[in-house]
C-alpha cells in the first residue's frame, strides 16, 4: 500500500516570495492533515481536512498561510508572503476518518522549507 | 489545555543496552490518547503505538514495551537490547476525545542515539 506522498522534498526561498506544498494522503483516507515542525520542536498542526471540509484550523496563519482540498483527495498548502520564521519542515499525514475508529495518523515524509 | 512533556532531548547509549524514553502528559479530559512516533533521518514519522485512558495494561511489541500510568500520567517506551537502527527522534503524542477533531499534541522529542 501506498504511503502518504509529499512534494517537493526541499524547497529553498527568500523571504516575501511565495511557496506551494503538495499532498496526496493514503488511497481511501478521509481526513488529511498538514503540520508544522521547526527545528528542535514537535509537529504542530496548522489545519485538518474530513474529506474536503476544515475541521479545525485555529493554529493556521491565515494572513498568509492557505490550504484547499478541493476533491477531498489530496491537498496544496500555500504560503504567501514567507516569512524567515516560516523555515521548517511540513508534515502532511493522512487517517481513515472513521467516526470512533482508531483513526492513526500516517506520515509522509515532509518538505523541509528554507526562507533566507 | 494539553501539554506534553518529554524531558530527556538526547540520550546516548551502546548497542544492546536498553533504554527507557520518558513521556509525561498534562489533560483535564478524563477520555485520551496516547501515541509514541518514531522519526528516522529520512524524516517520515512511523506509528509505534496508540494507548487509550481506559486501557492501562502495558504492552509489549518484540524489543519494545510501553509503561501506562496515570497516577503519574506517564507513558513511558523502554527498547531491549538496542540496536543502531533504533538512533531516531521519538515523539510522544497526546489526543484527546473530541468527536471529529484529530489533533495531535507533540512533546518535543527525544534523540535516541544507538552507539555500535
Known amino acids: 500500500e501506498a504511503g502518504v506522498a509529499q512534494s517537493p522534498r526541499y524547497k529553498i526561498i527568500e523571504k516575501r516570495q511565495s511557496v506551494a506544498f503538495w499532498c496526496n494522503p493514503i488511497s481511501g483516507h478521509a481526513t488529511l492533515y498538514w503540520y508544522q515542525q521547526i527545528l528542535g520542536q514537535g509537529p504542530k498542526l496548522l489545519i485538518q481536512f474530513q474529506n474536503n471540509g476544515v475541521v479545525d484550523d485555529s493554529q493556521l496563519p491565515k494572513d498568509r498561510f492557505s490550504a484547499e482540498r478541493l476533491k477531498g483527495v489530496d491537498s496544496t498548502l500555500k504560503i504567501q508572503p514567507a516569512k524567515l520564521e516560516d523555515s521548517a519542515v511540513y508534515l502532511c499525514?493522512?487517517?481513515?476518518?472513521?467516526?470512533?475508529?482508531?483513526?492513526?495518523?500516517?506520515f509522509g515524509a515532509g518538505t523541509r522549507l528554507s526562507v533566507l | 489545555a494539553q501539554k506534553v512533556t518529554q524531558a530527556q532531548t538526547e540520550i546516548s547509549v551502546v548497542e544492546k543496552e536498553d533504554v527507557t524514553l520518558d513521556c509525561v502528559y498534562e489533560?483535564?479530559?478524563?477520555?485520551?490518547?496516547l501515541f509514541w512516533y518514531k522519526q528516522p533521518p529520512s524524516g517520515e514519522l512511523v506509528f509505534l503505538i496508540r494507548?487509550?485512558?481506559?486501557?492501562?495494561q502495558n504492552e509489549i511489541s518484540g524489543r519494545y514495551s510501553w509503561n501506562f500510568q496515570k497516577s503519574t500520567s506517564s507513558f513511558n517506551f523502554t527498547i531491549t537490547a538496542s540496536q543502531v537502527v533504533d538512533s531516531a527522534v521519538y515523539f510522544c503524542?497526546?489526543?484527546?476525545?473530541?468527536?471529529?477533531?484529530?489533533?495531535?499534541?507533540f512533546g518535543t522529542g527525544t534523540r535516541l542515539t544507538i552507539i555500535p
Open positions: 499525514a493522512s487517517s481513515l476518518g472513521v467516526a470512533g475508529g482508531e483513526n492513526i495518523q500516517y
Open positions: 494507548r487509550n485512558s481506559f486501557d492501562e
Open positions: 489533560t483535564r479530559d478524563t477520555t485520551y490518547y
Open positions: 503524542a497526546l489526543k484527546i476525545s473530541n468527536f471529529g477533531n484529530e489533533k495531535l499534541t
